[in-house]
């Protein structure tokens, strides 16, 4: 995720320091997302700065566009337990 996030950063100009400024996120709290799983609604505020699905963000779909729920349960088959976890942790913060 941090990479593609790296990514829509240099495609817009701006830093990923900038970014988290933007957004209001901690110092080097997206770089810290390649070793810990982010907050869902930061997932979400970065997803919607940048216009993209959140499962872009989680997954890398080849195009960074807004998709519905059956992108997302199409790539889940080929999950990391890890992502797997991270989803369900969504899927209960979206319940409450």
């Keep these: 995720m941090y990479e593609r996030i790296k990514e829509l950063c240099k495609s817009r100009g701006i830093t990923i320091q900038e ?3 933007t957004l209001e996120f901690g110092t ?6 390649s070793t810990h799983a982010p907050s869902v609604d930061k997932v979400i505020a970065v997803a919607e700065y ?4 959140v499962d872009y963000l989680i997954f890398g779909k080849s195009e960074p ?3 519905g ?3 997302l349960v199409d790539a889940a088959s080929d999950l990391s337990p890890e992502q ?3 989803i369900l942790r969504v899927v209960e913060a979206l319940k409450k």
């Design 84 to 86: 797997v976890v991270a």
């Design 65 to 67: 566009e807004k998709s």
């Design 19 to 21: 970014l988290e400024k």
């Design 28 to 33: 080097r709290s997206i770089y810290n997302w």
């Design 69 to 71: 729920l059956g992108s």
């Design 50 to 53: 940048f216009g993209v699905s």
